[in-house]
């Protein structure tokens, strides 16, 4: 199983909304809540550098912002994290039943990190057992590489995985490196097309109901 993280496994998306306002009210450039959403499952490089270009940013570099953006992120995650409904519960009943999982996330690794040390506390199990970020990749979703990645350092084949995303970039990554995409919408609106399975909720969903996801 390869999760993505924010909009996903944690509701984090508000706390990039508010780190961003924050970093563009100390300049000149209008950032708007659309223009949040529009960057939902970026890399963060590529994210930072719409941002720059926007709020006409000059006199830090792209990987300052992403530190900063990060710092703020995690000041909230570290006051409390928000689990997305179900998501917890089904990863720790996947944990339970011997599913090996994996964190696949265009955040930086120090928060991924964060996310799985808080699972860990919160059930007191190993879920996740590798993560890829942002920062372990070069080619930042929606590129495939992250979840090709994943997959092969749990020593599987993309199609025995089930990706979940919340995001168009998210799961154009996870349908492009040939998983099991299963898209869950928070934020931003997840299209059909043939082929893409999207459920409203992972709020009583088991770990027997991914089994569709195969058949």
């Known amino acids: 199983m390869l999760w993505d993280l924010d909009g996903t496994l944690v509701d984090s998306e508000g706390y990039w909304g508010l780190a961003e ?4 009210a100390r300049y000149p450039g209008e ?16 994210s930072c550098g719409i941002m720059r270009d926007k709020m006409g940013i000059e006199d830090i570099t792209v990987d300052e912002m992403i530190q900063e953006l990060t710092d703020g992120v995690l000041f909230h995650l570290n006051q409390q994290v928000h689990w997305r409904p179900g998501a917890l519960e089904l990863a720790t009943a996947l944990h339970k039943a011997g599913v090996r999982q994996a964190i696949v996330t265009m955040s930086i ?3 991924a ?3 799985r040390d808080a699972a860990h506390q919160a059930t007191g199990l190993e879920i996740f ?3 890829v970020a942002g920062d372990d990749v070069i080619e930042g979703k929606p590129h495939p590489e ?8 749990l020593g599987l084949e993309p199609s025995d995985c089930v990706a979940i995303e919340d995001s168009v970039n998210g799961i ?4 492009a490196a040939g998983t099991r995409a299963l898209g869950v919408p928070n934020v931003v609106h997840l299209p059909e097309k043939p ?4 459920w409203p909720t992972l709020e009583g969903v088991a770990p027997h109901n991914l089994n569709a996801l195969f058949e």
Do not use: C, F, N, Q
């Open 195 to 198: 082929g893409r399975t999207i």
């Open 31 to 46: 950032w708007t809540h659309e223009d949040g959403l529009s960057l939902t499952g970026l890399s963060l490089p590529v």
């Open 21 to 24: 306002r924050s970093l563009s």
């Open 172 to 175: 154009t990554s996870a349908e």
């Open 109 to 111: 690794r120090r928060m």
């Open 146 to 153: 992250a979840y090709l990645k994943a997959a092969a350092t």
């Open 113 to 115: 990190i964060a996310v």
């Open 129 to 131: 057992e590798v993560v």
